[in-house]
């Protein structure tokens, strides 16, 4: 214990100093006094607040961190090629005042003409979340604000999705919303507990809309806390729900163990009989197995694989490296691959294969994000395209389209505030970068193309 005294003394010394140098800076004026005080004061009376601004002090720093344009701006890597970057063109844009627009840039490489929405960080006057329409030409010609009537998140989400008219749906700040092609709000979905959940205590997490939404037959396919909904086009009401724990079943009944590692309390595990929404979080560790994409499959791709059918959900779980294919109507587990992709996104139903955004955060050469394919008859795997080539190397994000006529492939950066179009050779086609100042950009979400066709259609409706 001795020899810890002179260690102990010096620390007190110290304590000592910094107490009474911080009394004299206060009492006589001196250094550093004259730059700490301004942004103490500053604190001091944003935490007092108005007397004329009721808002609680959790609610005022909720809104600052949602509408300051810096609360999500990033410094972005260069993009790691040589390229002429322009201004883009706001001449023709229609929609809400979007702060820092004309900051935008982008690259353009082709004589095809294309539409792309993208979703992120546009500041309007009162939301910090919304979506533009541009043109491979860099023409900015529609946009949305995106602001529920209650802030569930701060975060924008990552959800984006176009119905067959045209209508937007988004997750923005955890309220799943639905915009018209024309720029008015529809619907918010409502944010109810499951009746099994009324009156008790459940994580915050589980009372949110979240992550990637999906559109198929006049409805939205998302996720409400641990369940997997499917909401109406048009009125956003929940037709169906899914729980996580009809999946846990399902397997159980399988006699597959796909779920069991995400368990604390033994002895209700081992029963799934006395498992329920009640004791649900009694059971299981913190965010179990964070869902984060539902795919739907289409009649059109449905042909072209041999054990599935439209209607089937491909569905990925980034906490266990699993995406597996669940029939609702059967609750049967058809498909699973588990450990060939690792906190992955996106898990997409292809012409006879599935695509992934394998986030690979822990690979032994460093973080490489890539989009992997998977086999459906075989357990093989193998990568679709190194998203390192275009700078892209996320953990925990990510999203993709990828159409199998054109080989091109559309990717949303969150990490650098970019999207890329381009072809697997490498060669980029179209690249939309969300500048807010030299250095800095805003975070975008998702980007989803979206046809001439279907451009000249919707907006024919708009004043």
Known sequence: MKKYLPVFGIIWLVALACFIWGAAMVYYDIFPYRLLMPPFRQVIEFWKGHPADNRSLVQRLQDELILNPFAFAMNPLPFPMQLQFRPVDTSSYRGPSIGYLDQARYYSDTSRKEYFLIYGGFISEDTHWGAILISTEGRV????????????????????????????????????????????????????????????????????????????????YTFYGQEIVSVDENTGEIIERIHILELIRSARDQNLALFDPRFRDVVLFYDVHRMNKSNWHKIVVPDPFHPNKIDVLSRDLADSFDDFEAGDLLISLRNLNLVFVFRPKTSKILWYRYGLTSYQHDPTFQRGYIAVFDNNPLANSGPSSRIVTLGVKDHTRSTLFDLRIWGISMRIHGNFEFDDDSSLLVVSDDNNGRAVVGYLSGKPIFIFENRLESGKNLRLKNITRVSPHQVEEWSARCN
């Open 141 to 220: 010609l529609r946009g949305w604000s995106m602001k529920p009537q209650e802030y569930r998140l701060i975060d924008g989400g990552i959800g984006l999705a176009i119905s067959k008219t045209g209508d937007l749906a988004t997750n923005t700040y955890g309220v799943l919303m639905s915009h018209s092609w024309c720029g008015e709000k529809k619907w918010e979905a409502k944010q109810t507990k499951s009746p099994a959940l009324a009156g008790r205590e459940i994580p915050y997490s589980d009372t949110i809309y979240h992550h990637d939404i999906t559109y198929h037959e006049g409805r939205f």
